[in-house]
């Protein structure tokens, strides 16, 4: 059975700052510009203040009020008196991989999430019309986890640590993002599910943590066509308000487009619903955890598809109003013996063209990790997978493991009670 927790969902709205009229310690990195501007008219100010921090604080990224010198010196004293603060969740933590991957540990109050950034992305977001396109898998190298160097590893311009601005191909680095503190999906496979639920993120802890990491390396928006994905630890939908509030102030407050934005769900088929009413304006793109060929084998290893077959989110997924050239992705685990047999690729390719959706497939080599009793599949198996699927007319592509020694891979993000 699915947790309680997974059915509710969180009360925190952060942008109505309606009744919270003085500093009072909370953070205002979180508030969009409507909000910011009440703040400052309940304390007598101008509503262009609201502006004002808007750009200081989601454009210019500062972090200490008293670096906001477009707000005079008696007002920044003022509201540091009155605890007044920016409150943006900073990196606590950061471990490098060889392969220049970077996992981050974010502070969200007591606790920690964990955040990645990957320079050169995984190509789970390559096909998606995104203009970051790389080829299909087909005919491609083999799969990297046995240690084969990538064709496009050697791009110039980015060192293995990368410390300054995000390398020589600007448009493939991809951060991803954590909704949640932990996760009640409770996917048999995957090492977040072990914390079980801690707690919803607030819209300023997601947002927060994208950029916290574009600072880190100095990413110039309109110029550094970084893309998110929020794949992190936790399920966004069962996070919705402030998942969106997040995406609302990252796309309306920090300039970001949304088609560079991925959100990927197990399936929660009232948030796809919810997701699909969305405007074209700040709707990410949408992935699906499909992890499975047919309900029964999906049921073993995700219990939520009790609740929401396979067709039911298939349903709910056929109301999202897809941009031109926008694809539904389906990610799909390979697990060894459970989800990698040909005649699975076979099935997910029926299942995928019934749905008459653009659709692509991201296959992932499942990452292991310490009690969890599945096996990584063998290389011909992904390899027989992919080719398959791709033969069955499929887009197909693998899923590169990034940062495998950092613990940073899919499924691996888990950490986060030890910081
Ligand atoms: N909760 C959301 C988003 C976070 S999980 C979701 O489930 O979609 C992001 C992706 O990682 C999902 O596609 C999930 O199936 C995959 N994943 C989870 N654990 C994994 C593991 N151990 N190895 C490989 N992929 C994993
Ligand atoms: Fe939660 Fe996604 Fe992990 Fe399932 S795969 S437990 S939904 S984070």
């Given at each position: ?16 700052a ?10 205002l990195?979180?508030?969009?510009q ?88 995984d ?21 990297s ?18 410390t300054g ?32 639920l ?74 796809i ?63 060894a ?13 029926r ?69």
């Open positions: 059975m699915l947790s309680p927790a997974v059915t509710g969902e969180s009360q925190l709205v952060p942008l109505d309606a009744n919270q009229s003085s500093g009072s310690g909370s953070p990195f979180g508030l969009n409507q909000a910011l501007a009440a703040r400052m008219a309940a304390i007598g100010e101008p509503g262009w203040r609201g502006k004002q921090l808007a750009e200081a604080i989601y454009r210019q990224r500062l972090t200490d009020l008293n670096e906001i010198t477009t707000l005079p010196k008696p007002l920044r004293r003022r509201m540091a008196a009155e605890g007044w603060q920016v409150g943006r969740p900073a990196i606590v933590q950061v471990f490098q991989s060889v392969d220049g991957t970077e996992r981050y540990l974010v502070k969200a109050g007591e606790q920690t999430v964990e955040t990645v950034w990957m320079p050169e992305g190509d789970g977001e390559a096909g998606d019309g995104s203009g970051s396109d790389g080829p299909p898998t087909l005919g491609a190298p083999g799969p986890h046995l240690g084969t160097r990538d064709s496009d590893e050697s791009q110039p311009g980015t060192g293995h640590h990368s601005a995000v390398g020589g191909n600007r448009s493939r680095a991809t951060i991803c993002v954590s909704s949640q503190v932990g996760c009640a999906v409770n996917c048999q496979f995957c090492l977040t599910a072990k914390l079980g801690q707690r919803n993120l607030t819209a300023g802890e997601i947002a927060g943590q994208v950029i916290s990491v574009f600072d880190r390396h100095a990413v110039e928006v309109g110029r550094d066509r970084v893309n998110l994905v929020f794949m992190g630890m936790g399920e966004p939908f069962l996070n919705y308000a402030n998942f969106m509030a997040a995406v609302r102030l990252l796309v309306e407050e920090v300039g970001l487009s949304p088609r560079r934005m991925t959100v990927s769900t197990s399936g929660i088929v009232p948030g619903e919810r997701f699909a009413q969305e405007s074209a304006e700040v709707r990410p793109k949408l992935a699906i955890s499909l992890n499975a060929p047919n309900d029964r084998i999906r049921e073993e290893i995700m219990p939520i598809n009790r609740k929401w077959p396979i067709e039911a989110v298939m349903d709910s997924v056929r109301q999202v109003q897809l941009r031109p050239r926008e694809r539904i992705t389906f990610e799909y685990v390979l697990l013996g459970v989800t990698d047999q040909p005649e699975h690729a076979v099935e997910v390719a299942l995928v063209r019934r749905t008459g959706l653009p659709a692509k497939v991201n296959l992932i080599v499942w990452n292991p990790g310490p009690g969890i009793a599945y096996s990584m599949p063998l290389p011909e198996a992904v390899e027989t997978f992919r080719l398959t699927l791709a033969g069955e007319g499929i887009p197909t592509y693998l899923r590169k493991p990034r940062g495998r020694d950092i613990y940073a891979a899919c499924g691996q993000l888990k950490r986060t009670v030890e910081g």
